[in-house]
């Protein structure tokens, strides 16, 4: 089981224009990314499987010196 950490905490706010409405969803990211995990499967194509926030998360990881993470849905993964 993957838990919430200050870490978490701290990548997430970072993450939170993924949109700011739907903090739940920055959350998910971070803690898949924290955790070193390297995909990330999602059915939520309007705020996790989009380009915009896999933009997002790459930038802020790569200026962080983040672990870089594949957001993608389950039929990309075929």
């Known amino acids: 089981m993957l838990s919430l950490?200050?870490?978490v905490e701290w990548v997430a706010r970072e993450y939170i224009p993924?949109?700011?409405?739907?903090?739940?969803?920055?959350?998910h990211i971070a803690i898949a990314v924290i955790n070193e995990v390297d995909y990330l499967l999602s059915w939520n194509f309007k705020h996790i499987v989009r380009r915009k926030t896999r933009d997002i998360v790459r930038m802020v990881n790569t200026l962080n010196n983040l672990r870089q993470i594949e957001i993608?849905?389950?039929a990309e993964l075929l």
């Open 5 to 7: 950490t200050d870490d």
């Open 18 to 27: 993924v949109p700011e409405s739907y903090s739940e969803d920055a959350y």
């Open 72 to 74: 993608m849905a389950p």
